[in-house]
Each structure stands twice: as C-alpha cells, then as structure tokens.
C-alpha cells in the first residue's frame, strides 16, 4: 500500500526566514509525486509534478525536489501570503489515484 | 493551469433530502474524475473513481448507494448524496486528471445537513 509522510505537521516562520518541508514517500513504482498548496474553505491548488529521482522545479519562492524516498519543498525568504497547508502526494504508475500525506501548515508571520 | 470548476460551493439541506455536487474540467478532457471528502483539519479521503461512460470505482467503506457518481461526458462528473443525514457534512472535493498523470481539483463544496 501506498504511504506518504509529511513532516512536520506545522511551520511558524518569521518573514524571510527559510526553511524546508519533508514528504518521504513509499509507492509500487512512481508515476508522480506531486505538491498542492490548500488555504482554509478551498480546493487544493497544483504547484508541481515531480517524476524521477533528481529532478527539481521551481515557482517564486517555491522549489521541490525529489530523491528515490522523499521530496523536499524549501520556502524561501517567506511572505505572509505563503502561509497554507502544503500536501504531498503520489500517484503509481499503474494507477491515476493520489494518495495523500496529511499535510504542514505554514504559518509565515510578518 | 488547468481549471476545475465545481458547483455549488455551498449548499445547506435537510435531513433525508439528496444533494447533487458537479464538477466540470473547463479546459481540458478528462476519462478519468475523483472525488474526495475533508473531515476538518485532516487530509483529502479519497471516495471513489469515475471513468467516463462506466461505473465508478468506490473506496473500501464507501457507500456506493448513498454516494451516487455519474460521468456522462469527458468534462463533467456528479455527485449525488441520497438521502443525506448530518453526518455526512463535510467539505467534498473533485479533481481531474489531465493528460493521464496530473491531477487539478475543484474549489470544494462545503456540504451541511441540518
């Protein structure tokens, strides 16, 4: 069964203070690990797909990384609009469904 | 991105009245639509899969009576809750996949059953 553990379950950050989320992950085969960003009351909001062992992308202050167990999304120099919960999932290669990580909430104070 | 949109996004009802939820991809063509359900302060459950002119595949524990899925095109899934009671409030959620690997999600539905 697909697992995915996201650390740590909450972030308070001051504003420009840096920092880096963990999803380690366990899957038959990957086809995508992916990175949403939810505010209160909404639907998640895509940020990234990863697919292999290596590859990073990056949005803003936004960067993720994927190595063959776990994904780091690092924040940088944060802004108050960043706070949300950030969820990590992964999607297998013989399926389309994503299984879930229970999410860290960021809070970036000003 | 891609865009989800998903209607109502607030619904209040009664007691042992159904509800339907509707969730359309705008932009792109999805086979394939899930829906979830978000207790308060948790993550995404995932209720079922529903495949465009088939049946949906529901999640162990899922009732499939209860939470009725119909997807009659490649841009639109439904949600019907029958004969809803309070514990089924909840803030439900769909998403599409698109181009077979990435996953776009609705902006909810924030269902309460009075």
């Keep these: 069964e697909d697992q995915v553990t996201q650390s740590p379950e909450a972030l308070r950050l001051q504003e420009g203070e840096s920092s880096s989320l963990n999803c380690s992950y366990t899957v038959s085969g990957l086809r995508g690990l992916f990175w949403y960003r939810q505010d209160p009351g909404k639907g998640p909001e895509f940020l990234f797909t990863l697919y292999s062992a290596g590859e990073e992308k990056e949005k803003e202050r936004l960067k993720a990384t ?10 940088t120099a944060p802004k108050p609009e960043d706070s949300a919960t950030y ?11 994503l299984s879930f990580g229970a999410g860290t909430t960021v809070t970036v104070r000003a | 991105g891609a865009v989800v949109s998903q209607h109502p996004s607030r619904v209040i009802c009664k007691s042992g009245t159904s509800v339907k939820i509707e969730c359309r991809s705008l932009d792109f063509q999805a086979t394939t639509m899930f829906w979830y359900r978000q207790f308060p302060k948790q993550s995404l459950m995932l209720m079922a899969t529903s495949n465009e002119g088939s049946k949906a595949t529901y999640e162990q524990g899922v009732e499939k009576d209860k939470f009725l899925i119909n997807h009659a095109s490649l841009t639109l899934s439904t949600l019907t809750v029958t004969s809803a009671h309070p514990e089924d409030s909840s803030f439900y959620i769909c998403s599409a996949i698109r181009e077979n690997t990435e996953a ?3 902006q909810g539905t924030r269902l309460t059953v009075v």
């Design chain 1, 66 to 75: 994927l190595t063959k167990k776990e994904s780091f999304l690092h924040i």
């Design chain 1, 87 to 97: 969820l990590c999932a992964v999607q297998a290669w013989n399926d389309y469904k």
């Design chain 2, 104 to 106: 776009f999600f609705g």
